[in-house]
């Protein structure tokens, strides 16, 4: 019976008139709200609630939020054939440390664990794949096409969009060596923008080739093993003064002459102008040129754009790169990818063709925000059930119980409550029906049922409540 009242009939109670529906929007800064704990509750011994600095809580309200992400990127992998794979968050240190200055080594989240073992929290998801590529052998059939969604960790400085914990999205096509595997992987990140409400005049997609700069280098007979260390210099040109980028070139063995080819290659603002510089024969040209013919057939050639100064900062990159930006120019790097041939055979393995990308989860959202394309995704279920008298509970959890079985999302309510509550938490739940086991009702054979959309109220026979 409801708390401090009297019991009213069923069709008094469900006649009286419902608050509209609140809609529940995530506000700016949701997905990183933190409770603070006062000095002097910290003197208390109290333990310090908010979540480690970088790293993120998720309510029920910003789960939603994730889980919807989550949601878009599988789609969008399963509508392009792609199998979904995962591996463990920990793994050895050398899996992410074989390649020497990259920004991402120092950034480890990395320990000795209690088996004297070196472990790290994983930075990416890349190498994960790679290892268990390794580990599959001859079992793998090729072309092999894999997705992941992961918890990737990384040391770094928070800024917005920049957290030390975040989940990525990983596409890869493994045993397929021509430009064909770049622009399909291209073809699906367009499909989610898109799926988004996305568009090229939001993004920008930046396109080169590592091959540009191993072109270069070997015009100034640079050995070809520098094109990653050069590579990560090159990354860093729109952080650090143009000096700086000099300074570290020179640092790595280049003469001035080389240095300056670079930084001028760097500068080329399209494909005639790749081709005058390489020649027409240069394998990243036709690449390249080959590219953009695909975006022209997938339908996407307006969000790339040529620029060579896009080489992204991991070493491991053999071929074609390419990184999404928003246009107007306030974020970090929304995803990237690209071509990396050579990483299996850098574990041990046969060398194989790979190409992939790699998408976080906070950039998108905060992009997606700024818009106001954030959905709010709301807590829904499809009975809220309702016992009127204690003496009924039995018969309540019975057929909730039976309506779960038949697939439906049920909220059963486990304690006497005033009806204003029960019409509020209706609300809260986003319950489609109001199920309601009250005495006068049940000694007939039925329930009350009320449809929330519609606010029509029936009484029904028990036992066709599972197929009304």
């Not at 990127?73 to 200055?101: H, I, N, W, Y």
């Not at 399209?270 to 690449?287: C, D, F, P, T």
């Not at 029960?422 to 009350?448: H, S, Y």
Request: aromatic content about 8%; charged content about 25%.
């Amino acid at each position: 019976m409801a708390e401090n009242m009297d019991h009213p009939s069923v069709s008094t109670v469900l006649g009286v008139a419902c608050a509209p529906k609140n809609d529940h929007v995530l506000q700016p800064g949701a997905l990183d709200r933190k409770v603070g704990v006062s000095r002097s509750q910290e003197s208390k011994g109290l333990i310090d609630v908010q979540p480690v600095r970088g790293t993120r809580d998720f309510g029920p309200e910003e789960y939603r939020l994730r889980q919807w992400l989550f949601n878009e990127f599988e789609a969008v992998s399963r509508l392009f054939g792609f199998e979904q794979f995962e591996t463990p968050v920990l793994e050895s240190e050398d899996l992410f440390v074989r390649k020497a200055g990259e920004e991402i080594t120092q950034q480890l989240y990395n320990f000795e664990d209690k088996g004297g073992r070196r472990v790290a929290l994983r930075p990416e998801l890349t190498p994960s794949l790679a290892r268990l590529v390794l580990a599959q052998g001859g079992k793998l059939t090729l072309p092999a096409k894999w997705f992941s969604i992961g918890q990737c960790w990384r040391y770094e400085r928070t800024t917005r969009g920049r957290k030390r914990e975040h989940f990525q999205w990983n596409m890869d096509i493994i045993g397929v060596p021509g430009i064909a595997a770049e622009a399909e992987l291209l073809a699906a990140i367009v499909l989610f923008l898109e799926r988004v409400n996305l568009s090229s005049e939001d993004i920008v997609i930046k396109v080169s080739s590592r091959k540009v700069l191993q072109a270069i280098l070997e015009r100034y007979t640079v050995p070809e093993d520098s094109v990653g260390p050069v590579s990560v210099v090159v990354d860093k040109m729109e952080k650090i003064p143009l000096e700086k980028v000099e300074e570290e070139l020179s640092a790595l063995g280049l003469s001035p002459e080389a240095s300056s080819g670079i930084i001028a290659a760097t500068r080329v603002g399209s494909l005639a102008e790749l081709e005058q510089l390489l020649g027409a024969g240069n394998e990243a040209v036709r690449e390249l040129q080959q590219l953009f013919s695909l975006a022209q057939g997938y339908g996407y050639a307006d969000y790339l754009q040529l620029d060579t100064s896009c080489v992204r900062g991991l070493a491991y990159y053999t071929g074609v790169v390419f990184e999404g930006r928003d246009r107007a120019g306030q974020l970090r790097a929304i995803f990237g990818g690209g071509r990396y041939d050579r990483l299996l055979s850098t574990f041990g393995g046969e060398q194989r063709p790979c190409a992939g990308f790699g998408f976080g989860d906070c950039v998108i959202v905060e992009l997606l925000r700024d818009k106001g394309l954030l959905p709010s995704p709301a807590h829904e279920v499809d009975d809220l059930v309702v016992v009127m008298e204690e003496g009924l509970r039995e018969h309540a959890a019975g057929i909730a119980q039976q309506l779960r079985k038949a697939g439906r999302r049920v909220d059963l309510v486990l304690e006497s409550k005033k009806m204003k509550w029960i019409f509020k938490q209706a609300e809260r739940c986003g319950a489609k029906r109001m199920v309601l086991v009250a005495p006068d009702e049940w000694k007939q054979g039925l329930v009350r049922v009320k449809d929330q959309a519609t606010r029509e109220e029936s009484n029904v026979p028990v036992a066709e409540l599972m197929n009304f």
